[in-house]
């Protein structure tokens, strides 16, 4: 991770992988391709020195000018708004990531059909990374990261970026918060001028601080994704940034989010964001000694938050539902081993279960609050049993595992 930072934040100090640069790589690239010398390719349109200034990087060139002889090669450009370097190559990397910003899979779809052209090879595989991601094939995104990881230094730095957010976001839905926690703070030394981008990357840097428990961080990318987002035309994923503040904010101060949110009848949310809405309110519920609110679920989204208010209303309200829990995504698992373990009554078993069970999952992922509960029940146990020594090795596990996050 290390080496791919560096490279990454270099390549991007470096002239000669901005935008303008690529272009004329790329421009160069068609040229040989349809096999054409420098007078036969600029005949008409500039004086053939004018593109090889271009394709040497010595010289940015006129947009017009640049149009022509793209036109001429056969490369496809477009115009970005977001920069001063306005004609780009089309390689697709940004327009993929408005089009995940958006969750519009069929925006997604388009674009990969539309990147025919074989120098665009890994931008492609970027969109395929992004709609599995939309689709929940986690393992597939996780295929095509490290399919491209593994050749890094060789893409090209718009695919090199589009990694570095498909990176962060598959952390974060895999559990694997201590890898994505140290990717997002490149953004503390790379400055990339797209507002989706950095919108994405601060909201994901926001929802990885927050579960590893680091408020400092989280603030930050808070107040950075919500700058940005004043920028930005589309509201939802606000909402989604706002709605998962507020969960987070349950767990300090429920009496607020009760009297300021779920008690007012405007507490709406898209339907992507439901069974957030659901478990904040679930979890508000048992924070405040109320009755088990009404659980209205996305039962086509099975998502953390799915699994987790099924969970919690097996163990809080012995409430089962052993279908949600038949087809489980290997990566909520965990959750249905706690919803197996809120049906054992026995301490003994429980112990057993939380040990052979439940623990060798919590050391792949990294949960402070699961952990907490796990390990102080495990010491609780052998304080019964008058195994204090074993008690504090439980104790000791639980807070080498919580500092796990600081020692990456």
Known sequence: MYKFKKVLIEKNQHPEHSASARFGDCLKQKRLEKGLNLNEATKGIVASSYLSKVENHTMKGEDFNLKLLAERVGLEFKFNAHDSESIQVNDGVFDAIEAFYNQDLDALIALKEQMTDPMFTSSKQLMEGFMAILKGELFVSKEIIEGLWSRYQALALNDQIGLSLLYVVQSYYANEHIRGYHTIQLMDQLKVNHHEYNFLMNYYGYLIAETVENPRMAQRFFNRANRVASMLFNHEYKAGLDLHHLMFLNETDPEYVFSECIKRASFKVPERWLNIKTLICLKNALALGHHCPDIVLNEKLKDDAYYEVKWIQAKAYKQFDDEAFESVPPLQLIYKKLYELAKLTDPSERAKFLRSDVL?????????????????????????????????SHIRQLTKYLQRIESV
């Open 360 to 392: 060798p999952d919590l050391k792949i992922v990294y949960l402070p609050q699961i952990a907490r509960e796990v390990y102080q029940e495990m010491a609780e146990y052998q304080r019964s049993i008058n195994r204090y020594k074993e008690a504090d």
